[in-house]
Every structure is written in structure tokens, then in C-alpha cells.
């Protein structure tokens, strides 16, 4: 009898074995431990015995059961931890592509450009000034020579700022504004420029991004003319992009400056790009920061860092600047 129940288990257990997963294996429960097990028949008939036999027969049968239970759960664990470690498998991450021992990594490209431009200009004698990303529509438009309901206001997309009275606080929509904050804060002789990130409701496209970059410079002394911007800004472009670089001036409108003019470069007789806008800076706007215009006289410019970038690396979609992916990044 003992043997019927040796060679039970022998069978049980090439079929315990053979389930490849839970479900397959909950069969097999159900078939070696059921009602309808070989087992469970074999207690149900256990009354008819006489004591002795019965004795006998119950104990086996209880040992081929928990050797029955032993070994289907050893099996579902086995499953378990396999399922486990599958999972794991497939929520792995594949970091390898940075795990390439311990680099240094370095300054982001528009962080470079943002610098090499200060280094630039420092060596001109200029100091480098910052304003609030945060800005009122005083230092943004007012004083800028923007009068409320003015339409040039609408060729910035503004995103306002749900802050005191409507429309009374912003992001700002250039780096403008600090020329401002720097006319409120120092006397002239000013000779600064004003970099930073400024924002506008803007679609991200190539050559679009709702956050970008700019700088901004001002110069306020005696004497200034418009020769010495257009001198300027010859000389920061060719230092910047190399000899090869010519700039232009074509006359535009900006309501802070008054002449204004936009400024292309191009590379050895190639296509003219616009960098920027510049100009003479407006009596009211030196008024509103607290100058007198009939004494002192000045000129500015402003123009978008990323752009300047990516004419200088040859990339072709602003996008790339902010995606931030480490293969493209890695190059520059
Ligand atoms: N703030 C202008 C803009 O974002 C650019 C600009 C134009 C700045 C003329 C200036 C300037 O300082 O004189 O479009």
C-alpha cells in the first residue's frame, strides 16, 4: 500500500514540476489535494477498514498529503520568484549609456554663451547686472515708453502673474525692464549689460520657446551717439562669432529707443540673420528711470542669447537647447 502512495508522489511530483506557471500549477493542486484527489478517496473510505488498517492507512495518507502540500508550495515559490525577477527584468532601467566611468561633466551651451558674452563684455569695461524674472508692468512697459492700451504691447505675448490688481504683475517679457532697475540704482556713467531668462505664451517651435534667454545692454554717458552703438556691436560680434562675421543695422521701431534699429549678422557673405533690436534710448525712458535727457545720453541693446548659440553651433532647432538630452548636450 505504501508503495501505491510512493509511487502517487513519484507522479505528483514530475507533474508539480512540469506547471510552468500559477495557473497550471492551481490545477494540479486541485487534482493532487481535491475532493476528487486519490488521497482525499482514500480518507473518505477510511470507515470501512478495521482499526488497525485504518490506523496505518491514515498515517500515510497524511504524510503523502504534506509531502503533496510541501511540494506545491515549493513550486509556487519557485514560480513566485521567477515572476518576480521577470518583472524586475522588464522595469529595468538601462543606465549604461551614463555609466561610463566617472566623467566630468561640463556647463550647459547656453550657460557658456551666457558667460563668454560677460567675459566680453566685462573686458569692454561693462558690469553685469540682474533683474526679477518676476516684473510689474511699470518697469516692463510703463516706463519703456509703453503707455497703457499702447499696441506695441501686443507684440508681446504676455503672461501675467495672478498677483495684486489684474495685469499689474507679470513674467517678464524681456530683459528691457533691468535697464530700468539699473538707471533707479546707479549714477552715470552706466556701462552694463543685463542677461537673463525672460517668457512669453509662446508655441515651442524651431525657432520658438516659451522660456528663453536674452541679454541686455546699456550704456548712459555724455556725448553718446549712434556711431559708437553701431562700433559696439561690431565689436562684440566679431569677437564673439571671429573675423568672418560682418553686422548690419536696419531701421526699426522699438517705443524705448528712438532712433531704433534691428541687427543681422552673416557669416563670409552668406545669408543675413537677425541677432537683435538696438537703438537710442528714448528722453522718457531716461526720464523714467531718473535721468535728465538733456544731460545724459545713451544707447541699448538686446538680443536673445539661445539664438546666439545656435548660430555659433550650427544647431538648426532651439528645441535641442531645452531637451536636454545628454548625446546632444555632450557635444558642445
Ligand atoms: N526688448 C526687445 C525685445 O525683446 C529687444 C530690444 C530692442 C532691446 C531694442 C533693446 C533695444 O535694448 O534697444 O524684442
Excluded at 188 to 205: E, H, K, L, N, Q
Aim: charged share 30%; net charge negative; proline share 5%.
Amino acid at each position: 500500500m505504501n508503495q501505491d502512495y510512493d509511487l502517487h508522489l513519484e507522479e505528483a511530483k514530475g507533474k508539480i514540476e512540469e506547471s510552468s506557471d500559477l495557473e497550471a500549477l492551481k490545477k494540479v493542486e486541485v487534482e493532487l489535494l481535491g475532493k476528487q484527489s486519490l488521497t482525499a478517496q482514500a480518507k473518505g473510505s477510511l470507515g470501512e477498514l478495521e482499526p488497525e488498517e485504518r490506523r496505518e492507512l491514515g498515517l500515510v495518507l497524511n504524510e503523502t498529503r504534506t509531502k503533496l502540500e510541501e511540494m506545491l508550495e515549493a513550486r509556487k515559490n519557485k514560480l513566485d520568484s521567477e515572476i518576480r525577477g521577470e518583472q524586475l527584468e522588464n522595469e529595468r532601467l538601462d543606465l549604461t549609456e551614463f555609466d561610463q566611468g566617472h566623467r566630468l561633466g561640463h556647463r550647459h551651451v547656453v550657460t557658456q554663451t551666457w558667460e563668454r558674452l560677460e567675459d566680453l563684455f566685462i573686458g569692454m569695461g561693462y558690469t553685469v547686472s540682474e533683474g526679477p524674472e518676476i516684473e510689474d508692468e511699470w518697469h516692463n512697459f510703463g516706463a519703456l515708453n509703453f503707455p497703457l492700451g499702447h499696441p506695441a504691447r501686443d507684440m508681446y505675448d504676455t503672461l501675467y502673474v495672478e498677483y495684486g490688481d489684474p495685469m499689474s504683475t507679470l513674467l517678464r517679457t524681456h530683459t528691457s525692464p533691468v535697464q530700468i532697475r539699473v538707471m533707479e540704482e546707479e549714477d552715470p556713467p552706466i556701462y552694463s549689460i543685463m542677461p537673463g531668462r525672460v517668457f512669453r505664451s509662446d508655441t515651442a517651435d524651431s525657432t520658438h520657446m516659451p522660456v528663453f534667454h536674452q541679454i541686455e545692454a546699456l550704456v548712459v554717458d555724455k556725448g553718446i551717439t549712434f556711431g559708437d552703438l553701431a562700433g559696439t556691436i561690431e565689436t562684440f560680434t566679431s569677437a564673439y562669432f571671429g573675423k568672418d562675421f560682418e553686422s548690419r543695422l536696419r531701421p526699426s521701431y522699438f517705443p524705448f529707443t528712438e532712433p531704433s534699429a534691428e541687427f543681422d549678422i552673416r557669416h563670409s557673405g552668406g545669408k543675413w540673420l537677425e541677432l537683435g533690436g538696438c537703438g537710442m534710448v528714448h528722453p522718457e525712458v531716461l526720464k523714467a528711470g531718473g535721468l535728465d535727457p538733456e544731460e545724459w545720453q545713451g544707447f541699448a541693446f538686446g538680443f536673445g542669447l539661445d539664438r546666439l548659440a545656435l548660430m555659433r553651433h550650427e544647431i538648426d532647432d532651439l528645441r535641442e537647447l531645452f531637451r536636454n538630452d545628454y548625446r546632444f548636450l555632450a557635444q558642445f
